[in-house]
């Protein structure tokens, strides 16, 4: 089955340093998303892009976080200043349409220190 | 809006055993799409089964089906012949099925999971 990369799988960095987040989707597919779990907590929306813009965004993704496809192929996840509650496994997801299957990455395990 | 609630934290099975979990939502919307997701330790998201709440037959999925009752809001994932490999965390999930701008919306809405356990 295909899959969607994402690189680093751990970062840890200092609070109020920036960091960029890198996903790696489907070929083919065309909706992105990145969702983000605190440790024990559930599973929350941040962001969704298609044709290369944000199409929704949750209350989490302030001013923040940005996300871009800078090259056609990564779709990248950037926090400005990182803040200690910004500690939790980023996932992405991509789909090739919205009623298709929504294919998960491992995610990446921000520690923010 | 829409909530997700998933009243069992943890569940404990016998290998080969069948075992339930449940998922109860809540929404004002009349189509809509229905998940079990499974995260294992690996932390990876998989989709185990999927429900459209206009279909009135339950989904199935090899030894995973659920038990979908739309008036009452609840969806349940039972686990026939329960496997050491099953034991991970599921987490329900709800999707609209209605799309904003674009149709580019797959927002979905989780629970805060069940941690599966197996019993040799």
């Known amino acids: 089955e295909p899959e969607v990369t994402q690189t680093p799988s751990h970062q840890v960095t200092q609070m109020g340093q920036e960091v960029i987040l890198r996903c790696v989707p489907i070929?083919?597919?065309?909706?992105f998303y990145w969702y983000r779990q605190i440790l024990g907590q559930k599973v929350e929306f941040l962001v969704s892009?298609?044709?290369?813009?944000?199409?929704?965004k949750s209350e989490i993704f302030d001013d923040q976080f940005s996300v871009e496809r800078p090259d056609g192929s990564n779709f990248t996840l950037k926090i400005r200043s990182t803040k200690l509650e910004d500690s939790a496994m980023y996932f992405c997801?991509?789909?090739?349409?919205?009623?298709?299957?929504?294919?998960f990455g491992s995610g990446t395990q921000l520690s923010v220190l | 809006a829409q909530t997700v609630t998933q009243s069992q934290p943890e569940m404990s099975v016998q290998e080969a055993e069948t075992v339930t979990l449940s998922c109860t939502y809540d929404?004002?919307?009349?189509?809509?799409?229905l998940f079990w997701y499974k995260q294992p330790p690996s932390r990876q998201m998989i989709l185990v089964i999927r429900?459209?709440?206009?279909?009135?037959q339950n989904a199935t999925e090899n030894r995973f089906s659920v038990n979908f009752q739309k008036a009452a809001k609840s969806f349940s994932l039972k686990i026939s012949d329960s496997q050491l490999g099953d034991a991970a965390m599921y987490f329900c999930?709800?999707?609209?099925?209605?799309?904003?701008?674009?149709?580019?919306?797959?927002?979905?809405?989780f629970g805060t999971g069940t941690l599966l356990a197996v019993q040799p």
């Open positions: 997801a991509t789909t090739l349409a919205t009623n298709e299957k929504l294919f």
């Open positions: 070929s083919n597919h065309l909706y």
């Open positions: 892009f298609y044709n290369n813009e944000i199409s929704e």
């Open positions: 929404t004002s919307e009349s189509d809509y799409y």
């Open positions: 429900q459209e709440a206009y279909k009135q």
């Open positions: 999930a709800y999707r609209s099925f209605y799309m904003n701008y674009g149709g580019a919306t797959n927002k979905l809405i």
